[in-house]
């Protein structure tokens, strides 16, 4: 219908950021006034996301790094997805409310609680993604707060940009201060985007002590 000029696409704008608007003034996040207390000593939280990853995959022959790690992690067993889309799934991850809220949020760039719950409490924001986080816009939702947010990596491949994390994060992780607790995310896109690593050292980033 684009494509012969049916449609008027401005209109379809207008009408879209009316709606967003319309429905930003009857949203009221959170419900109520968030109280919490730092922990002593704060937990250092590390989100590893595998974009279109089977769940069955995490075993001692297919991950071994990932899943001896996971020894060492609490693992939740029950969780179910807010979609099966990477937007609607990221987004109920962080803010804990069905994806349907995910258009108005980012329109009107509300942060999830959790992060800002972080930030709070002075965390650092260790955030790295091989899909760039302007498409899906995750930029304008669950790290709108986040500051100086790189937005795209380096990289040709998925599995380019995969392996350029890795060397980011382990960077970063070593000018870390010890006392200050970190937030890490790190978004990987090679399952999503069909490409297998050249190389078997994919995962190596797992082999650190803190």
Not at 183 to 209: R, V
Request: hydrophobic share 35%; proline share 5%.
């Amino acid at each position: 219908m684009l494509k012969l000029n049916l449609v008027d696409e401005e209109k379809i704008r207008r009408n879209e950021k009316m709606d967003i608007d319309n429905e930003a003034k009857n949203i009221k996040y959170p419900l109520n006034a968030i109280t919490a207390k730092n922990s002593n000593p704060q937990k250092n939280i590390l989100y590893i996301v595998i974009d279109s990853w089977r769940k069955d995959f995490m075993s001692q022959q297919i991950t071994p790094n990932i899943y001896q790690f996971s020894k060492n992690c609490q693992i939740y067993n029950n969780h179910l997805s807010g979609s099966n889309m990477t937007t609607g799934g990221i987004f109920t991850i962080f803010y804990g409310i069905p994806a349907t809220y995910y258009d108005t949020f980012t329109g009107q760039q509300i942060a999830p609680v959790f992060i800002n719950e972080l930030q709070r409490q002075n965390y650092e924001m260790l955030i790295f993604s091989s899909s760039n986080l302007e498409n899906p816009p995750f930029n304008r939702n669950v790290f709108a707060s986040v500051p100086n947010l790189e937005l795209f990596t380096t990289g040709e491949t998925p599995s380019e940009r995969d392996s350029e994390i890795n060397k980011k994060w382990l960077s970063n992780l070593e000018k870390t201060d010890n006392k200050k607790p970190f937030f890490g995310f790190l978004f990987y896109d090679s399952a999503h985007g069909f490409d297998y690593p050249k190389t078997t050292n994919f995962l190596l980033l797992l082999h650190y002590q803190r």
